[in-house]
């Protein structure tokens, strides 16, 4: 069973609506990832955070997501208004550091 | 751009020993091999990595070819449980942007 928790499992929105996914990374693990992942199975990093800071993200999220990593507060991505290519299996992914990433389940967005 | 070339499916009979290759031709000094296996409905879930020496455990045999290109994940006395989509992916040691490069897998069929 996964120790990083993802929430919702599915989430059904409009296109321009805002979607909104939660993460809660494993106890103790200061790294954070975020990665999408298609129908094909292929993964796109989006954003990683090292406590509350951002690392390093992709000009998609800067533009039209949005990602924190509050203390104390679980994790979240959030789509501003979202497309039907957005329709994905969202991963949140933890770490100690920038080694082994151990990932939730997963939230899958579709778009209609 | 994927850095790694896994066969899209393979097949295996429970009990028997699967060997899922990899190629990274383009690999280098510093990124490490990594095996992640991934079931419907779930994230994916770590299986092993390796940098230059073969690894083992409990999951699988990692072997890694001399020149680093190419690697093969072996599995033995597979069951129906090991039925999911096999990742090899490659991690840039220290710091990086997308620092793990996703393959799109190899869907392995197990028969009963």
């Known amino acids: 069973n996964s120790k990083v928790i993802q929430t919702p499992r599915y989430l059904v929105k409009g296109q321009g609506q805002k979607a909104k996914m939660r993460c809660i990374p494993e106890?103790?693990?200061?790294?954070v990832f975020w990665y999408q992942q298609n129908k094909n199975n292929e993964f796109k990093f989006l954003i990683n955070?090292?406590?509350?800071?951002?690392?390093?993200q992709i000009d998609m999220t800067e533009k039209r997501f949005s990602a924190e990593c509050p203390s104390n507060s679980p994790c979240s991505l959030e789509i501003q208004s979202s497309e039907a290519g957005d329709s994905a299996l969202y991963l949140c992914?933890?770490?100690?550091?920038?080694?082994?990433?151990?990932f939730g389940e997963g939230s899958r967005l579709i778009v209609v | 751009d994927a850095k790694t070339t896994q066969p899209d499916s393979m097949e295996s009979t429970e009990g028997e020993t699967v060997h899922l290759p990899c190629s990274h031709a383009t690999i280098s000094g510093n990124e490490y091999i990594y095996w992640y296996r991934q079931v419907p409905l779930q994230g994916p879930e770590y299986v092993t990595h390796g940098l230059q020496q073969n690894t083992t455990n409990s999951m699988a045999f990692l072997a890694i070819a001399s020149d680093r290109k190419s690697s093969t994940l072996i599995l033995t006395h597979v069951s129906l449980r090991d039925a999911a989509v096999y990742h090899c992916?490659?991690?840039?040691?220290?710091?990086?942007?997308?620092?793990?490069?996703f393959g799109k897998g190899t869907s392995l069929t197990v028969i009963p």
């Open positions: 955070f090292q406590n509350q800071e951002v690392l390093q």
């Open positions: 992916i490659l991690r840039v040691a220290g710091t990086g942007y997308q620092n793990f490069y």
């Open positions: 992914a933890s770490s100690l550091s920038r080694n082994t990433l151990y």
């Open positions: 106890k103790g693990h200061p790294v």
